[in-house]
Every structure is written in structure tokens, then in C-alpha cells.
């Protein structure tokens, strides 16, 4: 399973944003791209990666983490193997690299070791 995520560039405070991960795989015919579950963490400059949402693999259930709740928001079109974060009121502090992360469970958790496949990050910077 292979992971893109793109979309991240240079906004202003308040302004939104809304990245893509793109989910590919050989197996997919066995193992549908709905049977993952797909999170987002971010990666400040001398931070650790933190999680930010995620959402399990039929896109009825989401997670976010309490600094982004009711900001951004988690979505998915497995018709694209596509899932999406939108980012809402935009602050300086949402500065990282994302990231978006995949495990083959109907669960998402907020630590990094419980997902097996990772993307390349996007980068998101926000200006004051």
C-alpha cells in the first residue's frame, strides 16, 4: 500500500486549506481500499509527529485530536481511494509537515505505530 498526500502550501491565519491522500495498492481487488483506516499526523520543526484526525475505512466514524476539533474535518471517496483532510481557521501553530497513514482496521488510534504505511508529507505553513 502506497501513500501520496498532497495539497499543503502557504496561507494566512483564518484562511483554509484541504489536503489529499491518495491511497494505491497491488491488492486491492483482494482488500478493498475500505477496509483502512486512514489517519493525519503533522510534524513540526523540532516536534515530535502528533496526530491530527482520521477516519475509519467506510468513512462513517472520525477522530480528531482536541487542538483541531471543530476545525478540520476528515473525509474520504473510496471510489478514488481518496481521503481528505479540510482545514478550517487556519493558525500559525497548525505550521508542519502532514501526513497522512493507513492500517488495515476499522479503528483509528492516535499513535504512529499502530499504522503500517506512511506517506511522504505536504507541507503546511501558516502566517501571522
Known amino acids: 500500500v502506497q501513500l501520496q498526500a498532497s495539497g499543503g502550501g502557504l496561507v494566512q491565519a483564518g484562511d483554509s486549506l484541504k489536503l489529499t491522500c491518495v491511497v494505491s495498492g497491488s491488492d486491492f481487488s483482494r482488500w478493498p481500499v475500505s477496509t483502512y483506516s486512514v489517519a493525519w499526523f503533522r510534524q513540526g520543526p523540532g516536534s515530535d509527529r502528533e496526530f491530527v484526525g482520521g477516519?475509519?475505512?467506510?468513512?462513517?466514524?472520525?477522530w480528531y485530536s482536541d487542538d483541531v476539533r471543530g476545525r478540520f474535518a476528515c473525509s474520504r471517496d473510496n471510489a478514488r481511494n481518496t481521503v481528505f483532510l479540510q482545514m478550517n481557521s487556519l493558525k500559525p501553530e497548525d505550521t508542519a509537515v502532514y501526513l497522512c497513514?493507513?492500517?488495515?482496521?476499522?479503528?483509528?488510534?492516535?499513535?504512529?505505530?499502530?499504522?503500517?504505511?506512511w506517506g511522504q508529507g505536504t507541507l503546511v505553513t501558516v502566517s501571522s
Open positions: 477516519i475509519n475505512g467506510a468513512g462513517g466514524r472520525t
Open positions: 497513514a493507513a492500517v488495515q482496521s476499522p479503528v483509528v488510534l492516535n499513535h504512529t505505530n499502530w499504522y503500517d504505511y
